[in-house]
């Protein structure tokens, strides 16, 4: 879908992108950074609109640097900032959109509906824009950038300004521009975590420059970390501690870090499993303290601790650089 090959766009005073180098297939991809990494102006020279400094990038397999329009008639774009002329009303606004792309004036009001329809604009597309709340504004400006049925959309930040409820119904949103239409998306954040469950595959910049490409199952592989959360009992009311002990002296390794664990029960343990046999003592030890086993389950990395510090480099987990 994209491919580039050392990209870079130098800007008198910055690199905004400094040799990237990317294949990115169909599906969702996101492209995450924080501010100023770079993500606007890959979008920017993907769309033919921003010429690179250096390198190459081709979209659908057309030049960016000569096919511009041509790119622009099969790809869709959400900007990131607010641009919509708040006296028109959705209805109006994404119809003329339709038009400009070339579409005839009743194709062009069937798509409209179809489309404000599908991001969840009911009768409020026809009152004028300036009304709406941020979360219709990046529903109109999503329906803009499908309305002529394109093979791939460009999100800018999509997520920008929602609240965590606005945030995942518009990462469901996105997810079904793929599932149900087969249009593939790449979609721009500053948040590692929210691409998680909606892409497939996620491309981390920092600077400019390509920190990591991987599909997100990888990303988010399964650890040799378990969980083991365990109640307390009227012989060892702080049942954690017990079973702490009782596994170090098993020779289980321990992660001196606890977490939260559910009301009535105590802390959850995180230890390291060598194999199949670390289940078994930690099972009987559970079993010989009397205590209640409420879980033991293999931890799965999340997307943001790819890129904290392990414990051993630092004193607690940081925070995610690209924020
Ligand atoms: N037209 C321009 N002239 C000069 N510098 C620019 C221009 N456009 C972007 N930059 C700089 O290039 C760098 C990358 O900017 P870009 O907008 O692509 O980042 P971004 O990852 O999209 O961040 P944000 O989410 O804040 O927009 C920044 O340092 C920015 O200041």
């Known amino acids: 879908m994209i491919a580039t090959e050392s990209l870079s766009k130098r800007f008198p005073r910055v690199t905004a992108l400094d040799r990237l180098s990317l294949d990115i297939g169909p599906g969702v991809t996101g492209l995450v950074g924080a501010n100023g990494a770079g993500k606007s102006t890959m979008i920017k020279i993907l769309l033919g609109l921003s010429p690179a400094s250096e390198g ?14 041509a790119i622009r008639e099969r790809v869709g774009y959400m900007p990131e900032h607010d641009c919509l002329p708040p006296d028109v009303s959705a209805t109006e606004f994404v119809v003329h959109m339709a038009r400009m792309s070339g579409l005839p004036p009743a194709a ?32 109109v400006k999503l329906a803009q950038a499908l309305v002529h049925d394109p093979q791939l959309v460009l999100l800018d930040e999509p997520t920008n300004g929602l609240d965590p409820v606005g945030r995942d119904d518009m990462l469901g949103l996105i997810r079904r521009v793929w599932t149900d239409f087969g249009i593939s998306v790449l979609v721009t954040s500053h948040l590692l975590g929210e691409l998680e469950r909606t892409c497939d595959h996620v491309v981390v910049i920092d600077g400019g420059r390509l920190l ?15 969980a083991v959360e365990v109640t307390d009992s009227d012989a060892h009311p702080d049942g954690t501690a017990a079973l702490r002990a009782a596994l170090a002296a098993a020779g289980v390794a321990l992660h001196a870090r606890e977490e939260e664990g559910l009301p009535g029960a105590g802390h959850v343990l995180l230890l390291e499993a060598t194999g199949e046999e670390t289940y078994d003592i930690v099972r009987d030890a559970v079993a010989d303290l009397g205590l209640g086993l409420v879980r033991m389950e293999q931890r799965r ?5 790819v890129f904290r510090p392990g414990p051993a480099e630092a004193g607690q987990p940081l925070e995610v650089r690209a924020r």
């Open 56 to 69: 190459r990038a081709e979209v659908l397999g057309l030049d960016v640097s000569k096919d511009g329009p």
């Open 108 to 139: 062009a009001r069937e798509r409209t509906a179809d489309t404000l329809r599908h991001v969840g604009l009911y009768e409020e597309r026809y009152r004028p824009m300036g009304g709406y709340s941020t979360g219709m504004k990046q529903r």
């Open 301 to 305: 990395h999340h997307i943001a601790e």
């Open 212 to 226: 990591r490409s991987s599909s997100t199952r990888d990303f988010t592989q399964t650890t040799t970390t378990v």
